[in-house]
């Protein structure tokens, strides 16, 4: 079954520590409702830097900058949009890009 890279990008912070526990709660939700299609439930990530072909660098991850990651599998590309569409991170005014992964 194919894998599929998730990268969340943006996505509000909450405010309080009721709301932090409530968007634990709902990715702790999402996460269940994939079962064992969740191979890394992945991780918030730091401020990116992306190093440009030309050498060059852009602090915080240029315009669109990565806030986190996951890892899924899915029947096909249809069925792992289905499982984003589900994502906390979208009520929060994030985005969820997915790209296949290929095993070497």
Not at 23 to 37: I, P, Q, V, Y
Not at 47 to 62: F, M, Q
Request: hydrophobic letters at 35%.
């Amino acid at each position: 079954m194919p894998k599929y890279l998730l990268v969340y990008h943006g996505g509000g912070k909450p405010e309080s520590e009721a709301e932090g526990q409530q968007a634990m709660e709902a990715w702790g939700s999402w996460f269940a409702s994939m079962g064992a299609d969740v191979v890394d439930g992945g991780n918030p990530v730091g401020r990116s830097t992306t190093v440009n072909s030309d050498g060059s660098v852009a602090e915080h991850g240029g315009a669109n900058p990565a806030t986190g990651y996951s890892v899924m599998q899915a029947d096909d590309l249809s069925a792992a949009i289905a499982k984003a569409r589900g994502c906390p991170i979208l009520a929060s005014g994030g985005s969820v890009e997915l790209a296949e992964t290929f095993d070497p």
